[in-house]
T-cell receptor, first 109, second 114 residues
């Protein structure tokens, strides 16, 4: 089956700086790569996603890039704000969703 | 439009007992999938139900089972509970099969096994 690895597991940045979270996957048949944000005590919510026929997607301060050849995709958050503090999960879909182990992002005011 | 609803939100059980968790998907969604979330392990896929049929199953022992009703509501059951079953159990609904749709999560049922 698919295997998704996510790094780093924890990340602290100063407010206004950028944050980058990276994920790798193993199965080239995976075709959809969403990112979820989970605030403390709340449900995971989709923040951005990318399909395998697209290399990059941007939504305001958030962007995702996909390198199919290298089988990795990354989440980029620019101009971070304290409300960006949360756990972020990447996932790859191949018949089912396979999730990374999460990155706990702390934005220091 | 109401979101995904899970009940109960919190429960405490002892080893050897069994538990049933319920999930009501977003109206019109036909797929429900279940995940176990533990610290450091992320979300582990348990199973997916689509139109009352189990389509996929993760690598969990047979003590974990589920079903889906004709109104798309789903239940999962864990029998003979073990300490390691303590986790947040999340369900997610999708308009269509997980092969095509975005997942919408519920707030989870937090199970503590003593």
């Amino acid at each position: 089956g698919e295997n998704v690895e996510q790094h780093p597991s924890t990340l602290s940045v100063q407010e206004g700086d950028s944050a980058v979270i990276k994920c790798t996957y193993s199965d080239s048949a995976s075709n959809y790569f969403p990112w979820y944000k989970q605030e403390l005590g709340k449900r995971p919510q989709l923040i951005i996603d990318i399909r395998s026929n697209v290399g990059e997607k941007k939504d305001q301060r958030i962007a995702v890039t996909l390198n199919k050849t290298a089988k990795h995709f990354s989440l980029h958050i620019t101009e971070t704000q304290p409300e960006d503090s949360a756990v972020y999960f990447c996932a790859a879909r191949m018949n089912q969703f396979y999730f990374g182990t999460g990155t706990s992002l702390t934005v220091i005011p | 439009k109401a979101g995904v609803t899970q009940t109960p939100r919190y429960l405490i059980k002892t080893r050897g007992q069994q538990v049933t968790l319920s999930c009501s998907p977003i109206s019109g969604h036909r797929s429900v999938s279940w995940y176990q979330q533990t610290p450091g392990q992320g979300l582990q896929f348990l199973f997916e139900y689509f139109s009352e049929t189990q389509r996929n199953k993760g690598n969990f022992p047979g003590r974990f089972s589920g079903r889906q009703f004709s109104n798309s509501r789903s239940e999962m059951n864990v029998s003979t509970l073990e300490l390691g079953d303590s986790a947040l159990y999340l369900c997610a609904s999708s308009l269509d099969s997980v092969n095509t749709g975005e997942l919408f999560f519920g707030e989870g049922s937090r199970l503590t096994v003593l």
